[in-house]
């Protein structure tokens, strides 16, 4: 079965409902399909512990303000779902769920969105697939011979199926910061980093990162110069589960190790630490692989796009994937304004 519309979105997470709070505004017929069974996106498979890194209201989409957590200044992954559900319903957006889509192909006249089930025609897709669903993990030796446990990101729930066990953290981001925190007070852990980790002054939370990453987008727009963003800041925000745990020193970071062995891992002096489990807290990559069909991979991964649009196909916008796609489009507070100027284009193009 076939059916058309002038728009797809794929992916129902905060930036495909930031999409079609936009298009809907413009008045364009549109659907968005997403794989997931509930609404929510990513955050719905997050770890018990996770909090955002601003205050509700500073956290919101486009058209509804996040309502304040009560007890948490900054709310948890729960409100958030809960946020998200309201926000698509309040909106009535034309959600389609479970919808997996395979591929996207295109001729002259339309896209074609392919799924598992059936097929949409449309004349534009906006890609918001987020990258949760593709992990990273480094091509460590030893990997393969390691008998313990090992898990992304994706995977960690709590401490609790840690207590007591001698836990190695990989990462010095915010993921491998807020979880090295929550495994402290439970585990034998050690904390590895490539770099010794650089945590953000106190008071600085998401908001300021908004701006930081605003301006670095305008500067190099007009040319004026890289001002280095949300990096030139650091690379960790202070949340107050990590400032406790660093102000307690439970926080000691080490240098990346070398090599797994069976049962530790290895620095390259020899030196060795036993491990019961390894949480790899490296990073993700973007789920683009039902764009394959269209043939626009560019370096990294990425596909080149001017704005949110992709440079070799008008047709087509990408939202919510990091500062490639708009300045701190990955962000709840950050996608507002690139889906804005998605849903202009798309209007713009298809004459409406």
């Not at 129902?12 to 809907?24: D, K, T």
């Not at 996040?66 to 998200?84: I, K, R, S």
Request: glycine fraction near 12%.
């Amino acid at each position: 079965m076939t059916r058309h519309t002038r728009v797809v979105v794929i992916g129902g997470g905060q930036a495909g409902l930031a999409a079609g709070y936009h298009l809907r505004r413009r008045g364009l017929d549109f659907v968005i399909l997403d794989a997931q069974a509930r609404a929510g996106g990513a955050w719905q498979h997050a770890w018990d512990s996770l909090h955002l890194f601003s205050p509700a209201a500073f956290s919101s989409l486009p058209g509804r303000l996040m309502p304040h957590q009560p007890g948490e200044t900054y709310p948890d992954a729960a409100h958030v779902v809960e946020y998200l559900r309201d926000y698509e319903q309040r909106y009535e957006l034309p959600l389609h769920r479970p919808v997996r889509v395979r591929g996207v192909h295109r001729n002259a006249e339309h896209l074609r969105v392919e799924t598992d089930s059936g097929t949409w025609r449309a004349d534009a897709v906006v890609s918001a697939t987020g990258t949760w669903w593709r992990p990273f993990l480094p091509a460590v030796p030893g990997h393969a011979v390691f008998r313990g446990r090992q898990a992304h990101t994706v995977r960690y729930r709590g401490p609790e199926e840690f207590a007591g066990q001698r836990v190695v953290v990989v990462g010095g981001g915010n993921s491998g910061a807020q979880i090295a925190a929550d495994l402290a007070p439970h585990t034998r852990l050690t904390w590895v980093t490539r770099h010794p980790p650089r945590y953000l002054a106190d008071e600085i939370d998401g908001r300021a990162l908004f701006d930081a990453a605003t301006a670095r987008r305008r500067a190099l727009d007009a040319g004026t110069g890289d001002t280095g963003g949300v990096a030139s800041l650091g690379d960790i925000v202070t949340v107050p589960p990590v400032r406790e745990a660093r102000d307690a020193g439970l926080l000691k970071a080490r240098p990346m190790f070398t090599r797994l062995t069976p049962d530790s891992v290895q620095w390259a002096d020899g030196t060795r630490t036993e491990a019961d489990a390894v949480i790899w807290c490296t990073g993700f990559r973007p789920a683009l692989s039902h764009l394959a069909p269209l043939g626009l991979r560019g370096p990294r991964g990425h596909i080149p796009t001017y704005g949110t649009r992709a440079a070799d196909e008008p047709r087509l916008h990408l939202l919510g994937y990091g500062d490639w796609t708009g300045p701190a489009s990955a962000t709840l507070i950050g996608v507002g304004r690139p889906a804005r100027d998605a849903a202009r284009e798309i209007a713009e193009l298809l004459g409406t």
